[in-house]
T-cell receptor, first 114, second 116 residues
Framework: QKEVEQNSGPLSVPEGAIASLNCTYSDRGSQSFFWYRQYSGKSPELIMSIYSNGDKEDGRFTAQLNKASQYVSLLIRDSQPSDSATYLCAVNGITQGGSEKLVFGKGTKLTVNP | NAGVMQNPRHLVRRRGQEARLRCSPMKGHSHVYWYRQLPEEGLKFMVYLQKENIIDESGMPKERFSAEFPKEGPSILRIQQVVRGDSAAYFC??????????????FGPGTRLLVL
């Protein structure tokens, strides 16, 4: 059973601080890693994707991947109140029939306080 | 709007009725995934389809649930004889036909099903 684990939070940070979100996964064969943001009552919105070890930066967001430790993280710099949401870590790997279904963690709820 | 489209956005059914959820993938996307999100739970994979083919239905409940993606028209997730435990948000995601573990899935707005 492939699993993705995240701290459920809530994680609370002041405006302007760095928010650090962490995720571990069980399947060593996983190839692609994603961070989605989900506002309450809304659908998941892709924030970052990462496929190889190291860091990937996009604006205020940095994803970090360590396949040896089976660990992926998301850093949000200069956090804004509008970043308050649940952040979902998702992992995939080629499975039955070429299916690249995503396995999601339960999400970390982030609150950025003004 | 070139995004993933789902309808209806909200659906209320009484126990024992049928629910039909529709999904039109993004333009140029040929892969459709259905996920379910129960209250206070993470998203769970249900089924993966390509046109006229079910590729992976390992996440589908064995009974009452079915899915299709016909040659023409949207993908449909069908739930027969709904029960209260089916109340959830059902999300459709689509992706291109890239292989090698590099597909990115884009989600539709979801259908919130409430079973009374």
């Amino acid at each position: 059973q492939k699993e993705v684990e995240q701290n459920s939070g809530p994680l609370s940070v002041p405006e302007g601080a760095i928010a650090s979100l962490n995720c571990t996964y069980s399947d060593r064969g996983s190839q692609s890693f994603f961070w989605y943001r989900q506002y309450s009552g809304k659908s998941p919105e892709l924030i970052m994707s990462i496929y190889s070890n190291g860091d990937k930066e996009d604006g205020r967001f940095t994803a970090q991947l360590n396949k040896a430790s089976q660990y992926v993280s998301l850093l949000i710099r200069d956090s804004q109140p509008s970043d308050s949401a649940t952040y979902l870590c998702a992992v995939n790997g080629i499975t039955q029939g070429g299916s690249e279904k995503l396995v999601f963690g339960k999400g970390t709820k982030l609150t950025v306080n003004p | 709007n070139a995004g993933v489209m789902q309808n209806p956005r909200h659906l209320v059914r009484r126990r024992g009725q049928e629910a039909r959820l529709r999904c039109s993938p993004m333009k140029g996307h040929s892969h459709v995934y259905w996920y379910r999100q129960l209250p206070e739970e993470g998203l769970k994979f249900m089924v993966y389809l390509q046109k006229e083919n079910i590729i992976d239905e390992s996440g589908m409940p064995k009974e009452r649930f079915s899915a299709e993606f016909p040659k023409e028209g949207p993908s449909i997730l069908r739930i027969q004889q709904v029960v209260r435990g089916d109340s959830a948000a059902y999300f459709c995601a689509s992706s291109t036909s890239m292989t090698g573990g590099m597909e990115t899935q884009y989600f539709g707005p979801g259908t919130r099903l409430l079973v009374l």
